[in-house]
């Protein structure tokens, strides 16, 4: 990953939305705690507005209420970059 003071300008523009099973036995949820952890102390500690996430007491899957996040997530951001609003 690029770490120079302008990848990581570029990266804290980038609007991420994570959502994490906390049963998850693909990704761990101590390992994504830990990449949480860098998007908000490297990458997002500047603007923290680009940065969500979610955790549920899922596995390695989906749920209705990690739609609706995502899909809620997503309008906000369409609207924010949508130049013709």
Known sequence: ??????ALQ???????FLYNGLKDDSYLYNIVTASYEYFV???YKS???Y???KSQD?????SQESLVEGK???????K?????T
Not at 1 to 6: G, R, V
Not at 72 to 78: A, F, G, I, N, Q
Not at 80 to 84: A, M, P
């Open 1 to 6: 990953m690029e770490t120079s003071a302008a």
């Open 10 to 16: 570029m990266q804290s523009q980038t609007p991420i």
């Open 41 to 43: 102390n490297t990458i």
């Open 47 to 49: 603007n923290p507005d």
């Open 51 to 53: 940065y969500e996430a």
């Open 58 to 62: 899922i596995g390695h899957t989906w």
């Open 72 to 78: 809620v997530w997503l309008d906000k951001y369409t």
């Open 80 to 84: 924010r970059f949508d130049s013709s």
